[in-house]
């Protein structure tokens, strides 16, 4: 039983479209951050949300923190090539050592 | 190079053989991370070394595996009499201190292939 789901698991979209990724858990959690790995290489860093509600932006991408600190959602819009990879959510509670991973997206953007 | 880094890149090993993967993380970070990643999928914790406490060896899956980290740096992890489920990229990961929120830095793994 994997305590973060994501949806979709794959999505395969044409450049220029917007699209969201959702992340959702029966579990609270203190924080959530967001991950981008490519093919042959480690999980990337792409922000960390730690307030229920809250809303981040980083250039073309979008992210929001659920009210109940359960879900989480990533956005972009006008998707480039660059987009491609794999979006992984990362849940964590204070004082945890780890952080929990979700099931994962896979986004392939068409030029 | 100032990342993670991860050896092998690549393994091939016979059912039955023990394996070790090495970790080298950031200088400095006091945190290292084992992870197992299947088909592409999301990241199962394994192992967690923080400075010198003894480590969280929750996520380990059985007693065939075994992590070291020496002198608070380099990490090795060790799978014992492998089995064809052993087979996944294992990422090692380093962070200063608690991974909350300037989050985990990843090396680029070691994809395990065992026959």
């Known amino acids: 039983t994997q305590l973060l789901e994501q949806s979709p698991q794959f999505l395969s979209i044409q450049e220029g479209e917007n699209l969201t990724v959702y992340c959702n858990s029966s579990?609270?959690?203190?924080?959530l951050q967001w991950y981008r790995q490519e093919p042959g290489e480690g999980p990337v860093l792409l922000v960390t949300?730690?307030?229920?509600?809250e809303v981040k932006k980083l250039k073309r991408l979008t992210f929001q923190f659920g009210d109940a600190r359960k879900d989480s959602s990533l956005h972009i819009t006008a998707a480039q090539p660059g987009d491609t990879g794999l979006y992984l959510c990362?849940?964590?509670?204070?004082?945890?050592?780890?952080?929990?991973f979700g099931t994962g997206t896979r986004l392939t953007v068409i030029p | 190079g100032a990342g993670v880094s991860q050896s092998p890149s690549n393994k091939v090993t016979e059912k039955g053989k023990d394996v070790e993967l090495r970790c080298d993380p950031i200088?400095?970070?006091?945190?290292l991370y084992w992870y197992r990643q299947s088909l592409g999928q999301g990241l199962e914790f394994l192992i967690y070394?923080?400075?010198?406490?003894?480590?969280?060896k929750s996520g380990l899956p059985s007693d065939r595996f075994s992590a070291e980290r020496t002198g608070g740096s380099v990490s090795t992890l060790t799978i014992q009499r492998t089995q064809q489920e052993d087979s996944a990229v294992y990422l090692c990961?380093?962070?200063?201190?608690?991974?909350?929120?300037?989050?985990?830095?990843f090396g680029p793994g070691t994809r395990l292939t065992v026959l």
């Open positions: 200088s400095g970070h006091t945190a």
């Open positions: 949300v730690v307030t229920g509600g």
């Open positions: 990362a849940g964590a509670w204070t004082g945890a050592n780890n952080l929990f």
């Open positions: 070394f923080q400075g010198n406490s003894a480590p969280d």
């Open positions: 990961a380093s962070s200063l201190g608690q991974a909350i929120p300037g989050g985990q830095f």
């Open positions: 579990s609270v959690f203190s924080s």
